[in-house]
Each structure stands twice: as C-alpha cells, then as structure tokens.
C-alpha cells in the first residue's frame, strides 16, 4: 500500500509550497486552436496583482501561511506569480500563462507552455487528464460540479476535481472556482484552503 502525496520534485519546502499548482502534461485533444493563447477571458482572476492567503496545514511541518501573488504581467496572457510563506527565505517565483481554454504553469519564460497544463476553463463532470507530479503520471477527474466550499474567505462554487497516481492509496481533492482559482486542496498529505483575497 502507498502512499503519495500530489507534490511536484523541488527542494522540500517548495515541494509543499507549489502543491497548488498540480501541473499536467497536455494529450492532443486538448490542444487549444491556433491563435487561442495569450488571453484572461476564460480566468477573469488572472490579473496584475491579484492575491490569495491560504491556511497550510502538512503531514511534514508546522501549520503555516501562503500567498501566491499575480506580481508582473510579462506578455499579454503571460504572468510572473509569487509564492510565498514564512517557511522559506524568499518567495518561489513561476510563470502562468492563461492559453484558450487552459493556464500552464512555467519554470521560464520560455518554456513550452502546452506541456505544463495545471487548471482548466469550466470542465465537464467526468472531463479526466493525466499530469505528471513528483516523477509519477496520475489521473486528475471532474467528479462533480456546482459545489459549494465555505472558507474564511467566503462561499464560493467550485468544481470538485480529483487526482489519484495509480497503485498509491490516497485519493487527493481540489476545489477549484472559475472565477477565483483554487479554493481548497483535501489530501493527507497536504491540506489548505482560502483565508482571503483582494479581489
């Protein structure tokens, strides 16, 4: 029986602080149409500045707070974001890119950014993707939609997408909002949920 938790392979305390973004390795059929990259019209919270505060809690550490910040826009559709806790020295700093009907996540500007898909724009119950975490493919699934999460931060409604790496036992959930980003992460593992936001 194992045990894995959705993490991606990065020094420890990156590791827990980057759990948010469950990166994904994009199939053909996702591609987006030519010319549809480089756009916020399906992720109205991808803007310059935007921030959200989550309350951390982790099988390996202390409980802790993180940001992650929209902190420069770099090309239209194209942000650097901010990771940030009192666990580390100094924030993470990735790229997201909002492409058609995805947003990737990039380690550099020019990374290809149809091979980092991490969230998607309004999928459907049983809509189901591969991505890759912590060096193992696992199966990211749309079990249910119009949930509704409560946090400090607010109500807000969310789809409810699971994500499993095949023969590991857990089962980790993500609550994600079309119009706010990520709300909640259930794992054993990992767990955290919106405090607040600006926006």
């Known amino acids: 029986m194992r045990f ?7 020094p420890f305390l990156a590791i827990i602080l980057t759990s948010s973004l469950n990166l994904s390795c994009i199939s053909d059929d996702n591609e987006p149409e030519e010319g549809a990259c480089g756009g916020n019209e399906n992720f109205p919270y991808m803007e310059e ?3 959200w505060t989550y309350q951390l809690e982790s099988f390996f550490m202390a409980d802790a707070e993180m940001t992650v910040t929209i902190a420069e826009p770099l090309e239209p559709g ?3 974001v901010l990771i940030d806790s009192d666990l580390i020295d100094e924030p993470i700093e990735n790229i997201w890119f909002s492409c058609g009907e995805n947003i990737s996540q990039m380690n550099t500007a020019t990374d290809d950014p149809l091979n980092n898909i991490f969230r998607k724009n309004d999928p459907a119950i049983g809509a189901t993707w591969e991505g890759n975490n912590n060096n193992e493919v696992g199966k990211y699934e749309v079990i249910d939609k119009n949930v509704t999460v409560i946090t400090d ?3 807000f409604v969310c789809d409810k997408i699971t994500f499993h790496i095949e023969d590991a036992f857990n089962v ?3 609550y994600e909002s079309s119009n706010y980003g990520t709300i909640k992460y259930d794992g054993i593992f990992l767990k955290y949920e919106l405090s607040q936001k600006n926006f």
Not at 4 to 10: D, L, Q, T, V, Y
Request: charged share 20%; hydrophobic share 30%.
């Open 4 to 10: 894995k938790s959705s993490i991606i392979g990065m």
């Open 49 to 51: 500045g935007n921030q």
């Open 78 to 80: 194209k942000f650097k």
């Open 153 to 155: 931060a607010g109500s």
């Open 172 to 174: 980790d959930t993500i």
